[in-house]
T-cell receptor
Framework: GNSVTQMEGPVTLSEEAFLTINCTYTATGYPSLFWYVQYPGEGLQLLLK?????DKGSNKGFEATYRKETTSFHLEKGSVQVSDSAVYFCALSPLGSWGKLQFGAGTQVVVTP | DTGVSQNPRHKITKRGQNVTFRCDPI?????LYWYRQTLGQGPEFLTYFQNEAQLEKSRLLSDRFSAERPKGSFSTLEIQRTEQGDSAMYLC?????????????FGPGTRLTVL
């Protein structure tokens, strides 16, 4: 079946540090891939997406590239801010699945001043 | 604010009681999804509606769970004879139908605690 595996948290880093959150997946065919973010006290929000191999999703300084050969979709940001503290979820939507999402367990990121 | 709304936000009940949650999607969004999220885990898909038709149900949705979307607008999720294992955050999301993928907009969730 389909699955998403992402690195465990919490990830603690200082402001302006480089952030990487690893995400790998197993799926049949070519799923769409997503990163969702949940800020403290708020609902899930789409951060970025990629729908085919080699696509790069980007938003708010975050980037992730759909790597079919390594079945990965790692999230990166070059210089984090305290406001980036949140829980980040990697997710996939299988082809022909009505858009339903399958999520990883989430990675908590804590950015300190 | 015209986002997805869910009510109630919190529900505490005793084991064996029935509970019902409501989700109001963004108007004109044809697709509606229910997910369940337990502590420290990502959301898990429960069921999907396209307009009023329930097109897919997860195996997680036991016979005690039922969902409806009359008239293709709001949706309800009912849990009968609640068990402690039903304690979780229940999330609703909606999206429009158009060519290609459409972003799912999530509501704030209903947190259920079964004592």
């Amino acid at each position: 079946g389909n699955s998403v595996t992402q690195m465990e948290g919490p990830v603690t880093l200082s402001e302006e540090a480089f952030l990487t959150i690893n995400c790998t997946y197993t799926a049949t065919g070519y799923p769409s891939l997503f990163w969702y973010v949940q800020y403290p006290g708020e609902g899930l929000q789409l951060l970025l997406k990629a729908t085919k191999a080699d696509d790069k999703g980007s938003n708010k300084g975050f980037e992730a590239t759909y790597r079919k050969e390594t079945t990965s979709f790692h999230l990166e940001k070059g210089s984090v801010q305290v406001s980036d503290s949140a829980v980040y979820f990697c997710a996939l939507s299988p082809l022909g699945s009505w858009g339903k999402l399958q999520f990883g367990a989430g990675t908590q990121v804590v950015v300190t001043p | 604010d015209t986002g997805v709304s869910q009510n109630p936000r919190h529900k505490i009940t005793k084991r064996g009681q029935n509970v019902t949650f409501r989700c109001d999607p963004i108007s004109e969004h044809n697709r509606l999804y229910w997910y369940r999220q337990t502590l420290g885990q990502g959301p898990e898909f429960l069921t999907y509606f396209q307009n009023e038709a329930q097109l897919e149900k997860s195996r997680l949705l036991s016979d005690r769970f039922s969902a409806e979307r009359p008239k293709g607008s709001f949706s309800t999720l009912e849990i009968q004879r609640t068990e402690q294992g039903d304690s979780a955050m229940y999330l609703c999301a909606s999206s429009p139908i158009a060519g290609g993928y459409n972003e799912q907009f999530f509501g704030p969730g209903t947190r259920l605690t079964v004592l």
